[in-house]
């Protein structure tokens, strides 16, 4: 408990609480609380004075709180009559409010701040992070982390500084307890003093629940994004209402939890009053028994005691709740953490200026584990092509063919071997401008939640709508997206218009030829074309050609036979590299494919 105080304390900055706001956070709890203190330190002459009228100050040396207010009244000329003291009291309690009302909204603002920070931190973070980060990790854990996890950070963050406030006024009671009777204080400590140990079992408890609740949240997240990306398998399958169970199942076990945590809080809540209550009353019969102490000071006993009773609860309460909850804010913390660690792919220094001549593997492998020697998906690969030249990777499905694009852009890094543009190391080069000069066709044609200009123009400079209907033509998309409600603005993707994946796939086709890069990556371009569109890109690609490079993956022979030289890829390795007829000829593992394609 008292480590994970620690490390949220530590990490008060990382939760956007800057050193003036956490003065002016500890600044107002104790201003609240010496304004408490004071106001309930005035009753004492209050109910001297009710006592003994004029006389409780007159009589013999007057006591610290009296010279206070004799000093007080004296300066402004008037005697310390009962109205002038209900009126310093009352004029306490209305300052002490408005001190709590700065405090309670820093606290607000902290704990908004605390989300949103954890929120920027973290997609700051995983967008700039490796891509095997990501897709290790898994949706379900980010969003989570993104989302209940770092509200959670802020509830615990809210209750961190509800513990600090409340802890201040305890001690500031605790003060004025040692100030009226410093004889009987001791024993209040003690008692106050069994209940927080009391307690103790039931906070670690709250804190291993808070810690389930974070698995818990990650799992809930993971099913409701994969059971309504996966809905027409979903209905297909006819899994609804065993789904709705599934998923439901999650639910009841994160509701368990945050009953668990609930019984937590109910059962301090519950067993504080009386256990402090008893506390109380031992301390009252030692105090009257023993040290005889007057009806004045028994009365403001007694109300500091009523005071200091919901106080130990909200200070019991706030431990609990700082358990119960801390796990969210050090769960999303860890995960952004491991993320920019997990960040190894960095540019190089040397800005990527466009491709004149070639690029090349040379003996590069590839292994999708963090120890190789579980597996390699892609081993001694060497080839060298040149601009000017159309390569087709063909394979059967799982060789490595699309492993073997996504090295290119340093999307993954190679395990082993070297990949060069114009003989320089990929590394050496910029990240940004690497990537800008590569466009990449993959399999999946992916579109935003936007319109098709936005879509198409995503992370390029600014282009005008004649390249962009150009770019769309030569795709051969420019005739559907005309036909759209609204042409080139309508609004795509989940919340807008649905494609279809061939529509998808001329718009991906249609975006890299507007971004014009020196080379291009085709994961299977017209995998979802009919023969017509299909002929239209291929005199696209065709006509880009002289000046390109291109390396696409294809399963049709239209395309493969366009190509200058087509790898052949089988278990991670080339087996085969050439031109069709050769390849033919050679009557290996590229014949095998190719005649298996003619019978398909
Ligand atoms: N993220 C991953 N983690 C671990 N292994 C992976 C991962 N992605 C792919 N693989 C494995 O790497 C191998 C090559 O996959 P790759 O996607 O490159 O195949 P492919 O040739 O493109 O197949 P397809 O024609 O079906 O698209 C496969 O055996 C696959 O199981
Ligand atoms: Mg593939």
Known sequence: MLRNLQAALKNLRALGVGKREAAWLAGTAVGYAVLEGVGVGLLVPMLQYVERGDTAFEQGTPSMVWRVILGITSALGIRPTLFVLLTLVFVTIVARQVVRYLHQLAVVRARVRATAVLRQQGIESFLRTDLPFIVSVG?????????????????????????????????????????????????????????????????EKSRELGVRVTAIHDELHAAFTERLAGIRLVKMMGQEKADAQRVNSIIERLSDVFIGIGKGREAIEVSVEPLLMLGAFLTLYVAVVSFGLTLASLGIFLFIFLRILPLLKQVNIARQQVGAHIAGFLQTQQLIERSRTATLIVGGSRPFEGLRECLEFRQVGFSYFDNASEGWALRDISFRVKKGMLTAIVGRSGAGKSTLLDLIPRLREATTGAILLDGVPIHAFE?????????????????????????????????????????????????????????????????GVRLSGGQRQRLALARVFLQDPDILLLDEPTSALDSESEQFIQAAIEELRKEKLIIVIAHRLSTIRQADRILVLDEGCIVEQGDHGTLLNRQGAYHRLFELQLYA
């Open 139 to 203: 949706q379900g854990r980010l969003l989570s982390a993104l989302t209940s996890e770092a509200e959670r950070a802020g509830t615990a963050l809210t209750h961190l500084l509800n513990l600090w406030a409340s802890g201040t006024l305890l001690v500031v009671y605790l003060v004025l307890l040692f100030a009226m009777s410093p004889l009987v204080a001791p024993v209040a400590l003690l008692a106050m003093g069994a209940v927080a140990v009391l307690v103790h079992r039931l906070i």
């Open 431 to 495: 990240l940004r401008s690497l990537r800008a000069r590569i466009g990449i066709v993959d399999q999946h044609g992916f579109l935003f939640n936007d319109t098709v200009r936005n879509n198409l123009t995503y992370g390029l400079a600014e282009k005008n709508q004649g390249a962009i209907e150009e770019a769309a033509r030569k795709a051969y998309a420019h005739a559907f997206v005309q036909a759209l409600p609204e042409g080139y603005d309508t609004v795509l993707g989940d919340r």
